[in-house]
């Protein structure tokens, strides 16, 4: 199939993406987009065990179940509550450690994509150089492992090298958006920046060999700030929980809700805004539920069941995405519109992409996607937007 899309100058926007022929709304407008690389957020890994190269959610329901409940590995989670998930229903993917590099796939095919892609060149020097950057990138930003990652597929693969030098770069630090206090002091600020990139490159340096130079390492973090996109992969669990909606997994949810509670308390509210925004899904779901409930004759087992998924956060909360970023060679071209003709979707429970038309396209338009939650309001869209490198100029933005 002949490409639909390719890149070109937009004008005063550097390059964007086109499409090369009429596409109807909701066709594909990129059939398939694996990334360059993908890595799941840090904070996220508590919460969805994901193949370490594709993002999907790994092995069982019942597995992920004892990462939420915060069970022992080993530990059964009470199989009386897991209607449904007999012989092997509950089967999300294989379980493959990679010994060499230390982490774990779904499949032997994304091990051995990983191993020679970029962890063989990553752990050249061996497995403890190699955790020594993870680490430290974990405990900082974890946008490090993605630029790693990029970087040792680079040093054997020309194609890769060619995508990563045309993608929008700027040094890292002139990318941070100073944050709008005016107690920050914007040089101290920026050298914040410098200092964190020195360390995280000496700890590459010890683990990837040939390295670039450090200037090319920072640019290429300010490419992935201002070109890679969050890659959400649904949870299977919260499907699983949503279709069986059996009254018998009340102690289950409980659990779980105790234990996201618990964390929250510890780590700080920082999911409020998210709640606030899934109340108006949550309260239909409920309803939906309880309409559900009435009609299998089990109304108040399955609405207890529904309020405690509702007051434990909502079921997206309790039971996460997996979430990380991706940097992808053509997608990264598309230029930003609050009012977006195209958008980004994941396939087959993995961090493959796809660009979808919202719109009818003509041969010759130019595609865009929202790079912010299309909800926000225009000032937090500005915020978001800025972390971009970019203010939108908009009749969304600007009424
Ligand atoms: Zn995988
Ligand atoms: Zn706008």
Redesign the pocket.
């Known amino acids: 199939m002949a490409p639909t899309t390719a890149v070109r100058p937009s004008p005063g926007r550097g390059r964007g993406l086109f499409a090369t022929s009429a596409v109807a709304a909701g066709g594909a407008l990129i059939q398939h987009e694996s990334p360059l690389a993908a890595i799941q957020e840090v904070g996220n890994r508590g919460e969805a065990l994901a193949c370490g190269h594709c993002l999907r959610f790994l092995g069982s329901i019942a597995e992920q179940l004892r990462v939420l409940t915060q069970e022992e590995p080993g530990a059964q989670v009470a199989p009386a509550v897991l209607p449904g998930l007999a012989d092997g229903a509950g089967r999300l993917s294989e379980v493959v450690m990679c010994e060499r590099s230390g982490e774990v796939f779904c499949s032997a095919a994304c091990r051995d994509a990983a191993w020679l892609g970029y962890n063989r060149a990553l752990t050249a020097a061996g497995l403890e150089p190699f955790e020594a950057f993870k680490e430290h990138a974990y405990a900082t930003n974890c946008s490090f492992l993605l630029a790693a990652r990029c970087l040792a597929r680079a040093v054997d693969d020309g194609e890769c090298a060619r995508q990563l030098a045309a993608l929008e770069a700027r040094p890292w630090e002139s990318v941070a958006v100073l944050p709008a206090n005016d107690e920050v002091d914007e040089a101290e600020f920026r050298a914040q920046f410098v200092e964190l990139l020195a360390e995280s490159y000496d700890l590459l340096r010890g683990t990837l060999s040939p390295c670039v130079p450090i200037e090319a390492y920072s640019r290429l973090m300010g490419a992935i700030e201002l070109n890679s996109v969050g890659v959400e992969v649904d949870s299977p669990v919260a499907a699983y929980v949503e279709s069986s909606a059996e009254a018998a997994l009340l102690p289950m949810v409980e659990a779980i809700s105790a234990v996201r509670l618990a964390d929250e308390q510890q780590h700080g509210c920082n999911e409020g805004e998210d709640e606030d925004e899934l109340e108006e899904a949550e309260v239909a779901e409920v309803a939906e539920a309880e309409v559900a409930g009435a009609e299998s004759g089990e109304a108040e087992q399955t609405s207890a069941l529904a309020g405690a998924i509702h007051s434990g956060g909502g079921l997206d909360y309790l039971f996460p995405r997996a979430e990380g970023r991706g940097l992808f060679a053509s997608i990264a071209a598309c230029n930003h519109?609050?009012t977006p003709n195209a958008q980004v979707v994941f396939l087959d429970g993995s961090c493959a992409a796809t660009l979808q038309a919202l719109l009818d396209i003509g041969e010759g338009d130019e595609l865009e996607i929202s790079y912010t939650d299309a909800e926000l309001e225009p000032a937090d869209?500005e915020l978001a937007l800025g972390d971009y490198g970019f203010a939108?100029?908009?009749d969304?933005?600007h009424p």
């Open positions: 519109a609050c869209r939108c100029a908009c969304v933005c």
